[in-house]
């Protein structure tokens, strides 16, 4: 899982891309330089490409091309639904939203992400989220041990999230159906990412 960050001086989470996501394609697509940086949060597999060549592949396949063009779309769905939420919406609601996200990506109901990055995420203090985690700890929503997030009842912890969450939803949902796959090529424009 990844997330972009909104700027030098100030960190914090604008949107997720998951397992089926694409980082910096609109840039590559367009030849420019990408407009915000990416970090990865949650270690995992991945893929990168040079410019070129995913230029070469949107040229030869319009349906990635159009998937790439629709990802990017929800994307900045998610980023604009984001900056919404953490003008209207409580910080007990957001760390709720943003864990039922992490786990629409990862697919689990245990969220391998520490209170500091959570905090960086929200652009709260860490004492902030660990008042809110114990809460919702003590309420039986999660449990927390180092480095991850236990869910322990999706029903309440939908409850205590904000309408963010379902409207961004669409963002895993869109890559539900089926996917085009182009192999890997063996080449120094193509490497494994971990």
């Given at each position: 899982?990844?997330?972009?960050?909104?700027?030098?001086?100030?960190?914090?989470?604008?949107?997720?891309?998951?397992?089926?996501?694409?980082?910096?394609?609109?840039?590559?697509?367009?030849?420019?330089?990408?407009?915000?940086?990416?970090?990865?949060?949650?270690?995992?597999?991945?893929?990168?490409?040079?410019?070129?060549?995913?230029?070469?592949?949107?040229?030869?396949?319009?349906?990635?091309?159009?998937?790439?063009?629709?990802?990017?779309?929800?994307?900045?769905?998610?980023?604009?639904?984001?900056?919404?939420?953490?003008?209207?919406?409580?910080?007990?609601?957001?760390?709720?939203?943003?864990?039922?996200?992490?786990?629409?990506?990862?697919?689990?109901?245990?969220?391998?992400?520490?209170?500091?990055?959570?905090?960086?995420l929200l652009s709260v203090r860490r004492t902030t989220v660990t008042l809110v985690v114990g809460r919702l700890e003590a309420?039986?929503v999660v449990k927390c041990r180092r480095g991850y997030v236990q869910i322990l009842s999706q029903q309440e912890l939908e409850?205590?999230?904000?309408?963010?969450?379902?409207?961004?939803?669409?963002?895993?949902?869109l890559f539900a159906r089926p996917r085009v796959v182009i192999p890997p090529r063996e080449s120094a424009d193509s490497q494994?990412?971990?």
């Amino acid at each position: 899982m990844m997330t972009m960050p909104v700027g030098e001086d100030h960190w914090g989470g604008v949107g997720l891309i998951g397992r089926d996501g694409l980082v910096g394609g609109v840039a590559a697509e367009a030849s420019a330089l990408a407009s915000c940086d990416a970090e990865v949060q949650i270690a995992g597999e991945g893929w990168r490409m040079s410019a070129p060549a995913f230029r070469d592949i949107l040229d030869g396949h319009p349906s990635i091309r159009k998937h790439a063009a629709r990802f990017h779309s929800a994307v900045m769905a998610q980023a604009q639904q984001t900056a919404l939420c953490h003008a209207a919406h409580s910080v007990e609601a957001r760390i709720c939203r943003w864990l039922l996200d992490v786990q629409d990506r990862i697919g689990g109901s245990s969220v391998p992400l520490t209170q500091a990055t959570l905090a960086q995420l929200l652009s709260v203090r860490r004492t902030t989220v660990t008042l809110v985690v114990g809460r919702l700890e003590a309420a039986g929503v999660v449990k927390c041990r180092r480095g991850y997030v236990q869910i322990l009842s999706q029903q309440e912890l939908e409850r205590c999230a904000c309408e963010c969450h379902g409207q961004v939803k669409h963002v895993a949902e869109l890559f539900a159906r089926p996917r085009v796959v182009i192999p890997p090529r063996e080449s120094a424009d193509s490497q494994a990412v971990y």
